[in-house]
């Protein structure tokens, strides 16, 4: 199964983009794992929050197949655990042929890309910037990929 992160705007942070390459690396080694940042729009201070969702939504869509299994990381969605999101992971990974990730922009995302969605997922009931969010999300992967393997990067 391939998985894939797709995130709108580049990370801007060094220290993050830094610490999400390195993640990413090592989600490598257990999964084929790509992540793929879509363009910020450009001229958004006369474009509504809804306009702004709408484009994202547009350019997000572009880069999903019909079979993809497509999971939001929403503050709506289904919060898990991590060894519960392992074992989602392991499960997902019988099943999809290639499992999406999406951290929209700061709007959130467009009622075209929920209604494409799969399912939803949230890191935490708190509310964090979409620069850390992406970093929580590959450790949190990462972490998956261990407790699957049975290495010892988790404890309980």
Same mark, same amino acid.
């Given at each position: 199964?391939?998985?894939?992160?797709?995130?709108?705007?580049?990370?801007?942070?060094?220290?993050?983009?830094?610490?999400?390459?390195?993640?990413?690396?090592?989600?490598?080694?257990?999964?084929?794992?790509?992540?793929?940042?879509?363009?910020?729009?450009?001229?958004?201070?006369?474009?509504?929050?809804?306009?702004?969702?709408?484009?994202?939504?547009? /350019?997000?869509?572009?880069? /999903?197949?019909?079979?993809?299994?497509?999971? /939001?990381?929403?503050?709506?969605? =289904?919060?898990?655990?991590?060894?519960?999101?392992?074992?989602?992971?392991?499960?997902?990974?019988?099943?999809? =042929? =290639?499992?999406?990730?999406?951290?929209?922009? !700061?709007?959130?995302?467009?009622?075209?890309?929920?209604? =494409?969605?799969?399912?939803?997922?949230?890191?935490?009931?708190?509310?964090?910037?979409?620069?850390?969010?992406?970093?929580?999300?590959?450790?949190?992967?990462?972490?998956?990929?261990?407790?699957?393997?049975?290495? !010892?990067?988790?404890?309980?």
């Amino acid at each position: 199964m391939k998985t894939e992160l797709i995130l709108v705007g580049k990370t801007t942070d060094s220290l993050f983009a830094k610490a999400i390459a390195d993640y990413a690396g090592r989600i490598a080694h257990y999964i084929p794992f790509a992540i793929t940042t879509l363009p910020e729009l450009k001229n958004t201070r006369k474009l509504s929050a809804e306009q702004q969702c709408t484009m994202e939504g547009e /350019l997000i869509l572009r880069q /999903l197949q019909p079979s993809d299994t497509v999971v /939001l990381l929403d503050e709506h969605g =289904r919060e898990l655990r991590s060894t519960e999101f392992a074992s989602w992971t392991e499960k997902k990974q019988q099943t999809a =042929r =290639r499992l999406v990730f999406v951290i929209g922009g !700061p709007y959130g995302f467009s009622p075209a890309v929920y209604q =494409r969605a799969n399912e939803q997922l949230s890191l935490s009931r708190m509310t964090f910037s979409h620069q850390m969010v992406r970093l929580i999300f590959v450790e949190q992967l990462y972490r998956a990929c261990t407790i699957i393997k049975g290495e !010892p990067y988790h404890h309980e």
